[in-house]
């Protein structure tokens, strides 16, 4: 539908899950490389649309668990943090060309997503119910089991890495847009990627989870 329309929030949504996918290699396969290529993504993600910053939080995450010397962790944040800003600039040249027009700009839109007034219903809770229709109860309820499995995972593990960034950009990135005046469902689309590997993880987890018992295969298939 969002495609439909030609609107940002969908080329935004295919960076952020591309920041997801390559920020979780360099963490399993960490060097230099593998966190540029995450932080470009990032980059992209900033260069479609300017809340897709959110996205570096998650290369940077990543740097940050890997290493066990203090002296890599560093080194990956800087690498995964300065690719960010040059695919940021090379995909919005006129930031550079035309600097006063483009800080103009962008501090009429900051202007125009100023904190929300209060209202009957919270920011949070509108996008809530979006989720949730869009979802639905089914599937709703399973993407609340796996945030609850990815949040135990991320304290007790294993793979402490892998659940953290599961969790840090729907985090920073719901916290952002439920504090704009506007308001559009859309807005929540770069956390459906993730909220689809919440309801896989609760899913495989649940089908794992009636092998302990005796079922019948068949059964079980079917379940």
């Keep these: ?20 996918l390559l920020a979780l290699r360099a963490a399993e396969h ?5 966190f540029v290529a995450a932080g470009a993504a990032a980059g992209l993600a900033a260069g479609v ?19 066990r010397r203090r002296s890599a962790q560093m ?3 800087m690498a995964a943090a300065t690719a960010c800003v040059l695919a940021f600039f090379v995909t919005t040249p006129y930031a550079i060309v035309a600097l006063p027009e ?28 979006h989720l949730r229709l869009t979802l639905g109860w089914p599937g709703s309820l399973l993407a609340l089991a796996g945030l609850v499995l ?27 847009i439920t504090g704009w005046t506007f308001l559009f469902a859309r807005y ?21 989870l009636l092998r302990r018992f005796d079922i019948p295969r068949a059964l079980r298939t079917a379940v």
């Design 150 to 176: 990815a949040a135990v995972r991320s304290v007790r593990g294993p793979g402490h890495v892998r659940w953290v960034l599961l969790l840090v950009f729907p985090a920073v990135y719901f916290y952002l």
């Design 1 to 20: 539908r969002e495609s439909h329309f030609v609107l940002t929030d969908v080329p935004l949504t295919f960076c952020v899950a591309l920041t997801l």
């Design 49 to 67: 649309k300017y809340n897709g910053l959110m996205a570096l939080s998650m290369p940077l995450v990543a740097a940050f668990m890997s290493g």
């Design 102 to 129: 483009f800080l103009n700009g962008f501090g009429t839109q900051a202007a125009a997503f100023a904190p929300r007034q209060p209202s009957a219903e919270p920011s949070w809770l509108v996008y809530l119910k």
């Design 75 to 77: 080194m990956w944040t």
């Design 30 to 34: 960490p060097a230099l490389l593998a």
């Design 188 to 208: 929540a689309l770069p956390m459906v990627p993730f909220i689809a590997l919440w309801i896989a993880i609760a899913t495989i987890s649940g089908v794992s």
